[in-house]
């Protein structure tokens, strides 16, 4: 049973169309040639739709094991924006992940260049910032400044930056005319019933070590499932992960209305 259990605990990753889709757009803009001004993407949704994960997937398939002998390469370098839109926090904290020697007292600018130089050394070909969103928490002349600074190290990279938050980084973004025509938007809406929808549940039931077959993407309890998570992809593993745990627990080895029901589950508009 605790084998079970732990795999059902493991996250596991589920190709469906959209992100299908969003991981070939990520997968050009990593090939894309060095241009002068390099095409850049906001990749946008509610919290917890699957964003991070989609974008991890990709970035953790970039990286590449090497010997001794051989140089290190970063093809991808993923960090989170700081809690506020501050350019020096950035680079101190981007630093700081790559183990990197430097003076936090130092200026934005030669903490920038001590940065583009490091990701130009591991051969970094994209930089992802991701909960993109925290830069609303400045004043919008602040988050003008830390735009500008994305922007000014994607053209001293030749790199595309992709930036990862909510929808109130949408609305940020298009306050400057320029970024807005720079990162293309990108979003990843909430699911809804239909085709999709049930074959991603199929894909969980495959996934999901239980010993009789689920029948998630039956009419009732679909509905079910998309009313407790809202379409949200995070809350829908989670309703998911925890059911199939109970009916292990429990000897009967099959999700069903019962079990949904019975679960105690806050759907995420509720929690506030």
Known sequence: MAD???????????GYPRAQQINARLEDLLVHPQVARMPCMLLYGDSNVGKTRLIRHFAVKKVRSTDEDETPTLPVFMTLAPSKP???ELYCECLRQLNSPHRP?????????????????????????????????????????FLAALKSMSNKLQIPIVAVGTTDAFN????????????????????????????????????TPLRERSLLSSDDVAAKLLKMSEGLLGELAEVIR?????????GRECITMETLTGLDWTPPSERR
């Not at 079970?4 to 589920?14: A, C, E, G, H």
């Not at 720079?182 to 085709?195: I, M, N």
Request: hydrophobic share 45%; glycine share 4%.
């Open 86 to 88: 501050d350019e020096h």
């Open 172 to 207: 940020a973004f298009s306050i400057d005319s320029q970024i807005s025509s720079r990162f293309e938007p990108v979003a990843l809406p909430r699911w809804t019933d239909g085709v999709d929808f049930r074959r991603l549940l199929a894909t969980f039931v495959k996934a």
């Open 105 to 145: 007292s130092a200026s934005a600018g030669a903490l920038r260049d001590q940065l583009c130089s490091l990701l130009k050394d591991l051969q970094t070909r994209m930089f992802v910032i991701d909960e993109i969103h925290n830069m609303v928490a400045g004043a919008p002349v602040k988050q003008r400044i």
């Open 4 to 14: 079970r259990v732990n795999k059902i605990n493991s996250q596991i990753w589920i």
């Open 242 to 250: 925890r059911s199939a745990i109970a009916e292990i627990k429990a």
